[in-house]
Nanobody
C-alpha cells in the first residue's frame, strides 16, 4: 500500500503561480512513477504530468508544457508540481498518483486549484 497526501492548492489570479506537493508513505520502494492528474467540473480526469522515480524522466500534457514543471525529491518521498502562468482553464481538483511495480495505482484525495480572472 502507498498513501499520498497532497497540499498547496488554493485560489490564484490568472497569470499567477502555485506549487503543489505530494508526500508518499508506505511501500515507497514499489513506486515506479508518480504524477498529477486533474478533474474539472463536468469533465473526465486527465493526465497533467508524470515523473519516474528512478530516472526522473518526465511527461506533460500538451496544454501545460512550458508552464508547469514536475519534480521529485526522493529523499523526502515527495513530488512537486510548479504551476506558472495559470489560466482559468487550469481550474480543477488536482490528484496525486503513484504507480507501483507490481502494477497498482494509488491516489491522493485531491487538492482544489481555482484560477480567477
Amino acid at each position: 500500500q502507498v498513501q499520498l497526501v497532497e497540499s498547496g492548492g488554493g485560489l490564484v489570479q490568472t497569470g499567477g503561480s502555485l506549487r503543489l506537493s505530494c508526500a508518499a508513505s508506505g511501500n515507497i520502494a514499489l513506486i515506479d512513477s508518480m504524477g498529477w492528474y486533474r478533474q474539472a467540473p463536468g469533465k473526465q480526469r486527465e493526465l497533467v504530468a508524470t515523473i519516474t522515480r528512478r530516472t526522473g524522466s518526465t511527461n506533460y500534457e500538451d496544454s501545460v508544457k512550458g508552464r508547469f514543471t514536475i519534480s521529485r525529491d526522493n529523499a523526502k518521498n515527495t513530488v512537486y508540481l510548479q504551476m506558472n502562468s495559470l489560466k482559468s482553464e487550469d481550474t480543477a481538483v488536482y490528484y496525486c498518483n503513484a504507480r507501483t511495480i507490481p502494477w497498482q495505482n494509488f491516489w491522493g484525495e485531491g487538492t482544489l486549484v481555482t484560477v480567477s480572472s
